[in-house]
């Protein structure tokens, strides 16, 4: 066992608050490189024009006076703790919770959170609660990567437990049918971010954590590799289009992610994410 | 204002929009719009349809006007407003026809549009147009001012009047019944590459 390490909650909340205003307005380097590339494979002439908008409006976020797009997201945060570090000044949650009310203020971001889902939905004025996941893990590190997660496209996310018989073919036609339900409305091209085992949450968080992937790199395992990259083959055959506008560019890259499961089941989940992909990650 | 073709084909617009304006706007036209529009969203929406259920008077009458779905970033200091791309139009689907009854002419959104909304654009003439979805940098440009006039404490949702000047947009669904994203996919769609269910035959 190592030393315990004390870590201040206040270099966790600036971090945090740091983080918010980067990623919502500079687009990460992989996620221009994306872009371009999308934009040279682009077949369709309305395509090619609509990515070159997303080009332009990239360029134009990362000045810093308009973030990328309105929708600033609801705050994903997730904290690798090390198991040597103490955490002190304040609760962990709070410290993460002061980082996203700072940052959305101070970056002029959009308060996207309402209290409840269904009574009042009223706007908690600061974006705040983040949606939180902690692990433990060794060292005497914390990692923090926040994604700012666009409404739009996280309401076309599709989960079911489909049966072991329905097996590898049941898991490719339930992305590419929830890809092509999605259609223009998750603002395409995006990246698709696929959970495949677990159980009924754990399968979803899979979804979600393989979106926060380096854009378009491989699933280390090459038996996923090759899903990967069939998904990302026939996605583009679904003709959506960047806009939905017709053409050969549907996603930027599909991610899938595995673990183990249950005898009697088979989960998958599919989060999808929009051409706004905004995440950034600080070590402490 | 009546409608001004450009040389290049684009179409500019001036809201408020007459029944003669909307019918010349078909599928697949990229608009430029000018004029006032009308910001709401989802829970602006709600309001309203509530205060038409009570009989109550509206913030303001959509006879004519323009809504566009979009909820702004808070604007910085010296700047009209902050990002302000469109939202997605499927979740206004279930108020948009109690509008359109009442005189709304043009929408813009994003995405796709339930049959029962182009089904009313058609029976009262009416359009749905799409901006570029997460482009919201770049569509605070063509903003000019901006101001609250309704709901205010429901923040970045409270209706606002606004003032564009060739805000872009591309004609999704006219008032005709024409549904551009049904015509734009199938070209491209590869059959070959796909699970029967989701295949499409060349022709509608």
Request: aromatic share 6%.
């Amino acid at each position: 066992m190592g030393e315990v390490r004390e870590v201040a909650a206040a270099e966790i909340t600036g971090a945090v608050r740091e983080l918010c205003i980067e990623i919502n307005y500079k687009v990460s380097d992989e996620m221009v490189e994306a872009v371009k590339r999308a934009r040279d494979d682009e077949e369709s002439p309305l395509g090619r024009q609509v990515l070159d908008l997303v080009i332009k409006n990239q360029e134009l976020a990362a000045e810093g006076e308009y973030p990328y797009c309105q929708d600033t997201g609801s705050t994903v945060v997730f904290l690798d703790v090390g198991q040597d570090v103490h955490i002190v000044g304040a609760d962990l949650e709070d410290a993460v919770n002061e980082g996203v009310r700072r940052g959305y203020r101070d970056g002029y971001l959009r308060s996207s959170i309402v209290g409840d889902p269904v009574f009042e939905r009223k706007n908690t004025g600061d974006n705040t609660p983040a949606f939180i996941h902690t692990r433990i893990v060794p060292g005497d590190q914390v990692r923090i990567q926040v994604d700012a997660k666009g409404g739009g496209s996280e309401n076309k996310g599709r989960h079911a437990m489909l049966k072991p018989a329905d097996g590898l073919e049941g898991v490719k036609a339930f992305v590419l049918k929830a890809v092509a339900e999605a259609g223009p409305d998750a603002c395409p091209p995006g990246i698709i971010g696929v959970g495949v085992g677990g159980n009924f949450e754990y399968c979803a968080v899979l979804a979600k954590r393989s979106l926060m992937r380096k854009v378009g790199q491989p699933n280390p395992d090459p038996r996923i590799a090759e899903l990967e990259a069939e998904l990302f083959e026939k996605c583009n055959a679904l003709g959506i289009g960047p806009q939905s506008l017709g053409g050969t560019q549907t996603v930027l890259a599909v991610h899938v992610e595995m673990m183990p499961t249950h005898i009697a089941s088979l989960p998958v989940a599919v989060n999808i994410e929009c051409h706004a992909h905004r995440t950034g990650t600080r070590v402490i | 204002m009546p409608v001004e073709v450009l040389d290049d084909g684009r179409k500019r617009i001036y809201a408020p929009l007459s029944e003669d304006d909307v019918r010349q706007l078909e599928a697949g036209d990229v608009v430029l719009v000018n004029g006032t529009i009308f910001a709401a969203r989802d829970a602006a929406h709600k309001r309203l349809i509530e205060m038409l259920d009570a009989g109550e008077p509206l913030p303001f009458d959509p006879a004519g006007q323009v809504v566009f779905y979009v909820g702004p970033t808070p604007e910085r200091p010296g700047k009209v407003i902050g990002s302000a791309g469109p939202t997605t139009a499927s979740r206004m689907d279930a108020y948009t026809p109690r509008l359109l009854e009442i005189g709304l002419k043009g929408i813009i959104g994003k995405g796709g549009r339930g049959p029962s909304v182009r089904e009313a654009l058609k029976r009262h003439t009416a359009v749905y147009m799409a901006a570029l979805g997460g482009g919201g940098a770049l569509a605070a440009l063509r903003i000019k001012s901006q101001k609250v006039i309704a709901f205010e404490e429901l923040g970045p949702e409270a209706i606002r009047e606004m003032q564009v000047e060739d805000f872009p947009a591309w004609v999704v669904n006219d008032c005709l019944g024409r549904d551009f994203y049904a015509e734009t996919v199938r070209p491209w769609r590869k059959n070959e590459l796909l699970p029967q269910e989701l295949r499409l035959p060349a022709e509608p």
